[in-house]
């Protein structure tokens, strides 16, 4: 349990809020593209239920964020205007968030979407989110710890029906196993960006906020090795670059999630629905 704290909100705070905020939101927005295209109806109705969570989560984050950024400056933000009103560059979402459902050998953005990546996808995130939102309940910031106690619960699910499902591609036919392989390889590296580490943390974790995420690589590593075990899949081997989405600079993806999300609002500014 982290000690309990009075003091003012620091701009790191305000940062490791939109971090967390920003990516559940991205991977919502990517997980909602197989709305109406699942691979069969229940994994429809599945993924736009967890893409329901994640937005959940975020607008109570933005709704924080708010808060904390009218504390710090004397201008409150809604959580339409964090969503909605921020540039490519302003947001800070893991980059693993915003990759497209498909591999690195797709031709062109239009390819078919592969559900192996999706899941893989959801595994390695939903696996490190459910060790930090554990560590966040006991947060110095109650209305954070209040936010992870509450997301707990969804995150468990996540992490199950992924867990099955990766077992299932990877232990399945040799197509799935190929497919899942694939993803795994693809994915993998993106998740070193969960562990480097960084002042927002170093600062979130001095103040009793929150844990540095490298304190969680261990325990992420043994479920997602167990999961793998059971899936008859190889770990792949690391590589040493880091993706950057975190600190604001992101893959060419990112862009298009964007004008995707946030065209109506800007078509209508002001508009309330």
């Given at each position: 349990?982290?000690?309990?704290?009075?003091?003012p909100?620091?701009?790191?705070?305000?940062?490791?809020?939109?971090?967390?905020?920003?990516?559940?939101?991205?991977?919502?927005?990517?997980?909602?593209?197989?709305?109406?295209?699942?691979?069969?109806?229940?994994?429809?109705?599945?993924?736009?239920?967890?893409?329901?969570?994640?937005?959940?989560?975020?607008?109570?984050?933005?709704?924080?964020?708010?808060?904390l950024?009218?504390?710090?400056?004397?201008?409150?933000?809604?959580?339409?205007?964090?969503?909605?009103?921020?540039?490519?560059?302003?947001?800070?979402s893991?980059?693993?968030?915003?990759?497209?459902?498909?591999g690195?050998?797709?031709?062109?953005?239009?390819?078919?979407?592969?559900?192996?990546?999706?899941?893989?996808?959801?595994?390695?995130?939903?696996?490190?989110?459910?060790?930090?939102?554990?560590?966040l309940?006991?947060?110095?910031?109650?209305?954070?710890?209040?936010?992870?106690?509450?997301?707990?619960?969804?995150?468990?699910?996540?992490?199950?029906?992924?867990?099955?499902?990766?077992?299932?591609?990877?232990?399945?036919?040799?197509?799935?196993?190929?497919?899942?392989?694939?993803?795994?390889?693809?994915?993998?590296?993106?998740?070193?960006?969960?562990?480097?580490a960084?002042?927002?943390?170093?600062?979130?974790?001095?103040?009793?906020i929150?844990?540095?995420?490298?304190?969680?690589?261990?325990?992420?590593?043994?479920?997602?090795?167990?999961?793998?075990d059971a899936?008859?899949?190889?770990?792949?081997?690391?590589?040493?670059?880091?993706?950057?989405?975190?600190?604001?600079?992101h893959?060419?993806?990112?862009?298009?999630?964007?004008a995707?999300?946030?065209?109506?609002?800007?078509?209508?500014?002001?508009?309330?629905?």
């Open positions: 349990m982290f000690t309990t704290s009075t003091t909100p620091m701009p790191e705070h305000l940062q490791y809020v939109l971090r967390l905020a920003d990516t559940v939101l991205i991977l919502a927005q990517r997980n909602t593209e197989w709305c109406g295209h699942g691979p069969i109806l229940e994994e429809d109705i599945a993924l736009s239920n967890m893409s329901l969570d994640l937005i959940g989560q975020a607008r109570l984050l933005y709704t924080h964020a708010g808060a950024e009218q504390q710090l400056t004397g201008h409150a933000r809604s959580e339409d205007d964090y969503a909605y009103l921020r540039a490519e560059r302003e947001f800070v893991y980059t693993l968030a915003e990759l497209p459902h498909y690195p050998l797709s031709a062109t953005a239009q390819a078919q979407k592969d559900y192996a990546v999706t899941i893989v996808r959801n595994f390695l995130y939903a696996t490190l989110m459910l060790h930090l939102w554990r560590a309940t006991g947060s110095a910031d109650a209305q954070l710890a209040a936010i992870a106690a509450k997301s707990v619960k969804e995150t468990q699910y996540h992490v199950h029906h992924a867990r099955e499902w990766l077992i299932r591609f990877g232990d399945g036919t040799d197509e799935s196993h190929r497919r899942a392989q694939a993803a795994l390889d693809y994915l993998m590296p993106y998740t070193a960006e969960f562990f480097s960084d002042a927002v943390e170093d600062a979130i974790a001095a103040a009793g929150g844990p540095r995420t490298a304190e969680l690589e261990a325990a992420w590593r043994a479920d997602v090795s167990a999961t793998l899936a008859t899949l190889a770990l792949p081997e690391p590589v040493k670059h880091v993706s950057t989405g975190k600190h604001g600079e893959s060419e993806h990112l862009g298009f999630v964007l995707e999300m946030q065209s109506l609002a800007r078509q209508h500014p002001g508009a309330s629905w």
